[in-house]
């Protein structure tokens, strides 16, 4: 086989993986002198002169022609008997200059350079893709689903590149067909082995995030910052916004006329419950603001600690908890600051934690991830409406109020 005929039988390579012509003769030439050095043992004295137009290549060995029976290295030198059969006119001292063929190399080293050139352009091919996505770290991407399995789906974008979407980074209401765009944010790109593994996320903060700067020109433009989000994905979330341009309503731009402007992003994040809440400094209002919708009689904070004693009036209780205790937990996450819930009036309670001898501690759990976690407060709940609140059966909660009762009527 022809020298030419080689690289024109790499060309499927070139196609198939988008590498310029250049880039695949600079790669071939190294692996050439590869298996030139493993050949010859050196390849310092050989000149690989390349076409990229035409894609060909030469291969050179300069050797220096010394006297009969005076050769020491081979590959450096030639006598000068063979040099004559060469050029008669060669002399003791001179450069000869003979082109290697590739089959002077061997079929073994012929296959071996097939597979070397394989794999350094599969190399080259994702140390590309690696730094290409390494650059888009955090930003959205859109991929069209290619194949579902239980514990992932793998995309494929428009350049035939693998990204993985885990389950865990799906939002629970998200249902996936082959053949659908999928968006969501590169949370992370990763060389395992040669290969990159690219994961996108839709429950990352940052896709709301970037959602935002998507749909709404203001945070696009900078006009307004997003100072914070927290999410539980599918359920609810809250953003904290500011703008620098007292003109401007941050909210009020945020959600649009009668939400028109965050409508689209509640219905890519699966109809999650959007709280957009006004940045300030004032921790007191930064936290009841934070509780909406409930309103806030008085808080009184303990920065030490980073606890904050909040006091609603009964009825506002609920709200401020939220239902499964999604809206007091995203209040705390949101303003750096743990929050518990008094009622106005009620100057007497106990914490749960109180009654561990009584209760096992895995239902106090239970009653804390639905945000209560005093006794009266769980004395207030409706026993049927904390059976769906929580993972306990009605006669557990029964129990519980039994016991709690018993307290205060002592």
Same mark, same amino acid.
């Given at each position: ?161 693998? &990204? ?83 003109? /401007? ?27 957009? /809440? ?49 809206? /007091? ?49 769980? &004395? ?31």
């Amino acid at each position: 086989m022809e020298n030419l005929a080689l690289i024109d039988s790499f060309s499927e390579f070139k196609d198939d993986k988008l590498i310029d012509r250049v880039t695949l003769m600079a790669i071939l030439e190294d692996v050439f002198r590869n298996a030139l050095k493993k050949k010859f043992g050196d390849d310092d004295n050989f000149d690989i002169i390349i076409n990229p137009d035409k894609g060909d290549l030469e291969i050179w060995r300069n050797r220096i022609v010394v006297a009969d029976g005076e050769v020491e290295n081979e590959n450096q030198e030639i006598s000068l008997s063979e040099a004559q059969k060469i050029e008669p006119d060669f002399e003791v001292g001179e450069d000869v200059s003979e082109e290697v063929k590739l089959f002077d190399l061997g079929r073994r080293s012929i296959l071996a350079l097939r597979q070397n050139l394989i794999s350094k352009i599969q190399e080259h091919d994702n140390t590309n893709i690696y730094k290409q996505f390494k650059d888009l770290e955090g930003e959205i991407y859109t991929a069209e689903v290619h194949h579902i399995r239980h514990r992932a789906v793998i995309l494929l974008d428009d350049e035939g590149n693998e &990204l993985i979407l885990p389950k865990d980074k799906q939002i629970p209401s998200d249902f996936f067909r082959k053949g659908e765009n999928v968006r969501g944010i590169i949370e992370s790109v990763e060389l395992k082995g040669n290969k990159p593994n690219i994961v996108l996320s839709r429950t990352a903060p940052a896709f709301l995030e970037k959602l935002f700067e998507q749909e709404i020109p203001e945070v696009f433009d900078g006009l307004i910052s997003i100072k914070n989000v927290v999410r539980i994905p599918g359920e609810k979330a809250k953003v904290a916004v500011d703008s620098y341009d007292d003109r /401007i309503d941050p909210v009020g731009a945020c959600v649009g006329m009668k939400g028109s402007r965050i409508h689209g992003i509640v219905r890519e994040l699966g109809n999650e419950n959007i709280d957009v /809440i006004n940045y300030t400094n004032n921790l007191q209002l930064f936290i009841t603001r934070a509780l909406s919708p409930a309103r806030v009689t008085s808080i009184k904070l303990d920065e030490e600690t980073k606890r904050a004693e909040v006091i609603l009036k009964p009825e506002e209780v609920s709200k401020a908890i939220g239902r499964g205790g999604h809206n /007091i937990r995203l209040a705390g996450r949101l303003t750096g600051y743990e929050i518990d819930v008094f009622r106005e009036g009620v100057e007497e309670d106990v914490e749960l934690s109180e009654f561990s001898d009584e209760i096992e501690s895995w239902i106090i759990e239970e009653f804390a991830k639905a945000g209560l976690d005093t006794a009266k407060s769980v &004395l207030e709940q409706d026993v049927k409406d904390l059976v769906k609140r929580t993972d306990l059966e009605e006669e557990t909660i029964d129990d519980v109020m039994r016991i709690l009762k018993e307290e205060f009527e002592d």
